[in-house]
Antibody, heavy 121, light 110 residues
Framework: QVQLVQSGAEVKKPGASVKVSCKASGYSFTNFGISWVRQAPGQGLEWMGWLSAYNGHTNYAQKLQGRVIVTTDTSTSTAYMELRSLRSDDTAVYYC??????????????WGQGTMVTVSS | QSVLTQPPSASGTPGQRVTISCSGSSSNIGSNTVNWYQQLPGAAPKLLIYNTNQRPSGVPDRFSGSKSGTSASLAISGLQSEDEADYYCAAWDDSLIGVVFGGGTKLTVL
């Protein structure tokens, strides 16, 4: 079945970087984009950015420009999100989601299970 | 503070009809379609409504969406206990050049 499986929880110190993976299966990886959305504890959803698995084009939220990088490895159908210069307010569950399916280019129709990233000294 | 504004909570009794509002501006809801996501406790979000008023396959027709000007609404009729969840609206924002979400509405079935 179509699914996205993310890497496990991470604990990082302030100032460090984290890289979360998202492995796709059950569909043609390069026909869709991958978006990243995060959710701080008890808070709402925040869009971080996305990447076209077809041509590598990226678009990032202005708030995170310069700190976030989204990449893919098409040989393994895996997307990656790297967040640098971590701060305590980056503590959140990070989700990957498939973008641009049959429901429209701005919709996220398949979601990963989420990866908890904790930033603490 | 979220770009799209939703009430933090809503409630209803089984069988009732409830609506959740989502207020935006001309750069997002006013000029683009709206999507709604349902997030059950402890789970990842799920696409509930796309293109303002369309349901993905498998979503019951008890859920419906609409839009007027710079505001959108999600309506749930025949409320059921399993509808207890957080609901988020989302839209593309032409000024921010990105997707914006509402702050979420926690729906309680009494």
């Amino acid at each position: 079945q179509v699914q996205l499986v993310q890497s496990g929880a991470e604990v990082k110190k302030p100032g460090a970087s984290v890289k979360v993976s998202c492995k796709a299966s059950g569909y043609s990886f390069t026909n869709f984009g991958i978006s990243w959305v995060r959710q701080a504890p008890g808070q709402g959803l925040e869009w971080m950015g996305w990447l076209s698995a077809y041509n590598g084009h990226t678009n990032y939220a202005q708030k995170l420009q310069g700190r976030v990088i989204v990449t893919t490895d098409t040989s393994t159908s895996t997307a990656y999100m790297e967040l640098r210069s971590l701060r305590s307010d980056d503590t959140a569950v990070y989700y990957c989601a498939r973008k641009g399916g049959k429901y429209g280019s701005q919709t996220f129709d398949i979601w990963g299970q989420g990866t908890m990233v904790t930033v603490s000294s | 503070q979220s770009v799209l504004t939703q009430p933090p909570s809503a409630s209803g009794t089984p069988g009732q009809r409830v609506t959740i509002s989502c207020s935006g501006s001309s750069s997002n809801i006013g000029s683009n379609t709206v999507n709604w996501y349902q997030q059950l406790p402890g789970a990842a979000p799920k696409l509930l409504i796309y293109n303002t008023n369309q349901r993905p396959s498998g979503v019951p027709d008890r859920f419906s969406g609409s839009k007027s000007g710079t505001s959108a609404s999600l309506a749930i009729s025949g409320l059921q206990s399993e509808d207890e969840a957080d609901y988020y609206c989302a839209a593309w924002d032409d000024s921010l050049i990105g997707v914006v979400f509402g702050g979420g509405t926690k729906l309680t079935v009494l």
